[in-house]
C-alpha cells in the first residue's frame, strides 16, 4: 500500500497523467483525511475549483489541493507528536489508564475524521490547517460551551451517525462531529435536549 508521500509526489509528477495524479489525491485522503474522505474531498474541490467528478482536472489545482493537505497533516502530525510525549510522561508518573480525552484519540489517530462531517456537503469553509488549529487549540484550553471551530454554539445530538463514536453532538454551524472532550457537560446536555426539541417538533 502506497504511503501519502509517495502518492503526493505521484500528484505532483508532471510525467504521469491526470487522471492518475488525481487518483493519487483521493488516494491521500485514505491516509489523511480530517472531515472524513467524502467531505475532504468535496472541501477540496470547492476551495480550489475542481470538478469532483473531473478526471483530467488543472494540475495547478491538483497540486494547490494537495499543499493545503499537506499543511494540515503538518499541523496534525505535530500535534500527535506532542500527545505521545504527553501520555509518555503520563505513564512513567504512573498514570496508566487512559480518560475519555484518550478514547476519542485514539478513534481519530492519523488524523482521520478528526472533524468529521456527519454531512459530506457541510463543512468549515476554512483552510484545513486552520480548523485543526482551532480544534487542538480546544483541545488543549479544555472544555468549553461552543463548536471549537466556529464559536457556533448550536450543537445538536445525533443518536445514529455513520462512523464510530455512532452518536454525539454535531455542530449546525461548521457540520463537524464535535469532539465530545471539548464541550462542558452542561453544553452536551444542551445539545440532548436541543435533540429532544427537534424530534418533539417532529412529531
Not at 122 to 137: F, G, K, N, T
Amino acid at each position: 500500500m502506497a504511503k501519502f508521500r509517495s502518492l503526493a509526489r505521484q500528484v505532483r509528477d508532471p510525467g504521469c497523467d491526470l487522471a492518475l495524479r488525481r487518483y493519487s489525491l483521493r488516494k491521500c485522503l485514505e491516509r489523511f483525511a480530517p472531515y472524513g474522505h467524502r467531505a475532504t474531498w468535496d472541501h477540496l474541490c470547492a476551495r480550489h475549483g475542481i470538478g469532483p467528478e473531473d478526471r483530467e482536472p488543472d494540475p495547478a489545482r491538483l497540486v494547490a489541493a494537495l499543499d493545503e493537505l499537506e499543511e494540515a497533516r503538518a499541523v496534525w502530525l505535530a500535534y500527535e507528536g506532542e500527545f505521545a510525549e504527553r501520555r509518555k510522561r503520563e505513564k512513567h508518573d504512573g498514570l496508566r489508564r487512559p480518560g475519555s480525552f484518550d478514547d476519542w484519540h485514539r478513534r481519530t489517530w492519523g488524523g482521520n475524521g478528526v472533524a468529521r462531517c456527519e454531512d459530506p456537503a457541510v463543512h468549515p469553509s476554512q483552510s484545513l490547517a486552520e480548523v485543526l488549529r482551532r480544534l487542538i487549540a480546544g483541545l488543549e484550553s479544555g472544555p468549553g460551551t461552543a463548536c471549537p471551530v466556529c464559536a457556533e454554539r448550536g450543537i445538536v445530538w445525533q443518536p445514529d451517525l455513520s462512523n464510530e463514536p455512532w452518536s454525539g453532538p454535531v455542530c449546525r454551524g461548521c457540520g463537524i462531529v464535535v469532539p465530545q472532550p471539548v464541550l462542558t457537560s452542561e453544553a452536551l446536555a444542551r445539545a440532548k435536549r436541543e435533540r429532544l426539541k427537534e424530534l418533539a417538533s417532529a412529531a
